[in-house]
């Protein structure tokens, strides 16, 4: 069973320019979320996906974040016209929609994004 | 922002000791986990809770889920070099996970 995998690892862009990553669930998960964390802090939530249907955004997500899961397989995380705090782990995590274990959630590896 | 506090912030551990650390909330949760970090990487699950006075155990690992649903503790017994890395608690009531900052253990030199 493959675990949550996300592309790209790491992103270095220049302040003003947009950004995509991508991540890919554990198979038949269909509750999908995206954390951002940054240096010597636990991750925070951002959004949260059940099969394509985006439930919760946090007050951290600006309008320049936008999150899509189209299809409820995979997921990806925009953010537009970058800005160097945006430079942080975006971690993305899945889980099942099990009454006994809906709240163990799977992370993946992360995107690293640098803002210059 | 975060509303657990983990403790200690960080410790030196040396092979073979047993290492306690431990997370405390201002709110309620109905499920605790306990997640290792290594650098640059996702953090790994190690321990869901699910019961106030529950404890539970994986290898090693044995963690609580406090009577008042407002703490958890971890211990890892006989400590090995790969048990470096970050720990991270989280509560939750639903799907929102709230993390506290971690407690780094390092290998004592």
């Known amino acids: 069973d493959t675990g949550v995998s996300q592309n790209p690892r790491h992103k270095i862009t220049k302040r003003g320019q947009n950004v995509t990553f991508r991540c890919d669930p554990i198979s038949e998960h269909n509750r999908l979320y995206w954390y951002r964390q940054t240096l010597g802090q636990g991750p925070e939530f951002l959004t949260y996906f059940q099969n394509e249907a985006q439930l919760e955004k946090s007050r951290l997500l600006s309008d320049r974040f936008s999150a899509e899961r189209p299809k409820g397989s995979f997921s990806t995380l925009e953010i537009q016209r970058t800005e160097q705090g945006d430079s942080a782990m975006y971690l993305c995590?899945?889980?099942?929609?099990?009454?006994?274990?809906?709240?163990?959630?799977?992370f993946g590896p992360g995107t690293r994004l640098t803002v210059l | 922002g975060q509303q657990l506090n983990q403790s200690p912030q960080s410790m030196f551990i040396q092979e073979g000791e047993d290492v306690s650390m431990n997370c405390t909330s201002s709110s309620i949760f109905n499920t605790w986990l306990w997640y290792k970090q290594d650098p640059g990487e996702g953090p790994v699950l190690l321990i869901a809770l699910y019961k106030a006075g529950e404890l539970t155990s994986n290898g090693r690992l044995t963690a609580q889920f406090g009577i008042t649903r407002k703490d958890s503790f971890l211990n890892i017994s006989a400590s090995i070099p790969s048990d470096v890395g970050i720990y991270f608690c989280?509560?939750?009531?639903?799907?929102?996970?709230?993390f506290g900052a971690g407690t780094t253990v390092t290998v004592r030199a």
């Open positions: 995590a899945s889980s099942r929609l099990d009454w006994s274990l809906n709240n163990e959630q799977f």
């Open positions: 989280a509560g939750t009531n639903d799907y929102k996970l709230s």
